[in-house]
């Protein structure tokens, strides 16, 4: 009997140590380990789901205390609470995530194992669940999720623009034959034509210069357009942007201009500028049919990696804003707001250019543009700009145009690939008095430079051409004639010619279309410098 009881003492003993260290393990485990029985009783509760409670609700809760009415002044989550542990305690095995937390407190994600709580008969006497808080992995597949959708946005644009950028090289050709023929057509009519016939041209160049404002727009967004940034001034820009927004928008949208004196001074093509402020000002004018407020304001700001939007690096912008009071956007809108060729606007109404073209501008000199609206709140557009090196000093925007006839000993080589639009060029500048030679390609052009008696006076290339590129035709072209003139001509500059979107130093273009005026002036103003 003795050995008996010393027998059954030592598995008692044995039990109680085993009993004791599992509860050790339990208790000082990271997981959050709760035990209820069939009326949401606890049974039992570690130190680390009291305290994950506690900084969550602000209670600590014991074991014998009725679970569910931890909640009784939380109803949202005593439902949420009652529908996860009704399944456990309905004797379901299974796993959920969940947010809990009182919102003036502080809300955690928690993945949560529930399994049933059998007795040694194999009856359940209640559920238990185990619980890891995983609020840090939420957050970063959230934020993986938000940069991979910004990297999709951006390659999405990015394949849109080489596809708008090919289109407008290609329309832009088309464009300089007809905008050309139609001046030339113009130029020769007698003055006592039938004013009929002038008109139906008038028409026909109006028609011709909106699609070529169309194409700018395309190479806008498509971040090939050839910028002329310079040292501004945007207080002033912005103030002598009055009268055009005053004929711009209706009487019954108020305009206000918001700009410190001290505001930080940029490097930007001011004609780029205006046009994106001017877009963002007709949108906004668009959105308040029945009047309203447009504000139109800048800043400057200080951007940590924080704080900058993506693909934004950290540093010093000045922040141009146009906000309005109208109708606002829904989420799904404000998505789609910068593909090209979307628009809220009526069928006939609107390009869908618009923002697309300030998003090219923007990203193209170095910044960024954001927009953020509600539905019947209003809308509001930024567009972030690098901040100029300082001490710069402002340069005067000049706005003149100059138009010279050639003189005969002046030549000029012709190069371009498209016949219509060479023929067209070499016409144009026999007109105007110059004397000129011809060739379709680079290797014919340095052919026909090798034989010349007389030097050349100015290369006239395109940019983009089979076999040998403008810019490899102009190095070759000025080995054998050092100190010849160069002038590029293109519907699509790409980055032959361009550097951090901006033109080379130096590097002089003419942008397709051209009419004989902008010809004539572009080719006097390189011949003399």
Not at 135 to 149: F, G, I, K, N
Not at 294 to 300: D, N, P, V
Request: charged share 25%; hydrophobic share 45%.
């Amino acid at each position: 009997m003795q050995a008996l009881n010393e027998t059954l003492e030592l598995r008692v003993a044995e039990a109680l140590a085993e009993k004791k260290a599992y509860a050790d393990v339990i208790e000082s485990s990271p997981a959050a380990v709760t035990v209820l029985g069939p009326g949401y009783e606890i049974l039992a509760i570690n130190r680390a789901n009291i305290d994950a409670f506690e900084g969550a609700f602000g209670k600590r809760p014991e074991v014998g205390a009725n679970f569910l009415a931890l909640f009784d002044d939380l109803p949202e989550h005593r439902a949420q609470q009652q529908a996860i542990w009704t399944r456990a305690l309905a004797g379901e095995t299974f796993v959920t995530v969940e947010e809990f937390g009182d919102r003036a407190l502080a809300r955690r994600w928690y993945e949560m194992r529930f399994s049933p709580l059998l007795d040694r008969d194999g009856l359940q006497i209640g559920a238990s669940s185990t619980s890891y808080d995983i609020t840090d992995r939420m957050l970063a597949e959230a934020q993986l999720e938000q940069a991979e959708d910004a990297l999709r946005q951006a390659q999405k644009m990015e394949a849109v623009g080489q596809l708008t950028g090919g289109i407008a090289h290609d329309f832009n050709n088309l464009l300089t034959i007809i905008i050309g023929s139609i001046d030339t057509a113009l130029r020769r009519l007698e003055p006592d034509a039938d004013p009929r016939l002038r008109r139906s041209l008038d028409n026909a160049v109006t028609g011709a210069e909106r699609a070529a404002a169309l194409t700018h727009r395309l190479l806008a967004f498509s971040r090939r357009q050839a910028l002329n940034p310079r040292i501004l001034d945007v207080p002033r820009l912005l103030l002598g942007m009055s009268d055009l927004l005053s004929r711009t928008i209706t009487e019954a949208i108020a305009v206000a201009i918001d700009v410190p004196d001290d505001l930080w001074q940029i490097e930007a093509d001011p004609n780029q500028l205006e046009n994106a402020i001017l877009n963002l000002a007709v949108n906004a004018r668009d959105a308040m049919p029945a009047g309203g407020q447009l504000t139109i304001a800048a800043r400057s700001v200080a951007l940590d990696e924080a704080a900058a939007p993506d693909d934004v690096e950290a540093g010093e912008y000045v922040a141009i804003s146009v906000a309005d009071t109208g109708v606002g956007m829904d989420a799904e809108m404000l998505a789609k707001v910068f593909d090209p060729f979307f628009t809220t606007k009526e069928v006939g109404k609107g390009t869908g250019l618009g923002l697309s073209m300030v998003y090219g501008f923007a990203r193209q000199s170095g910044g960024h543009v954001t927009v953020s609206s509600e539905p019947g709140r209003g809308t509001t557009a930024t567009i972030l700009l690098p901040r100029a090196a300082a001490d710069a000093a402002v340069e005067p925007v000049q706005n003149q145009e100059r138009v010279a006839l050639g003189r005969a000993d002046e030549t000029v080589l012709v190069v371009e690939d498209d016949d219509d639009v060479r023929a067209y060029t070499v016409g144009a500048l026999r007109e105007l008095n110059y004397r000129t030679i011809e060739a379709h390609d680079g290797l014919s052009a340095l052919r026909l430079l090798e034989r010349q008696d007389q030097p050349i006076t100015l290369l006239l290339t395109d940019v983009v051409m089979p076999a040998m590129s403008g810019p490899e035709l102009a190095a070759a072209a000025i080995e054998l004639q050092p100190g010849l003139k160069i002038l590029y001509t293109s519907g699509y500059t790409r980055d032959t010619i361009m550097q951090d979107g901006r033109l080379e130093a130096g590097v002089e273009l003419l942008p397709k279309p051209f009419t004989f005026k902008t010809l004539a002036s572009k080719v006097r103003e390189v011949l003399d410098q």
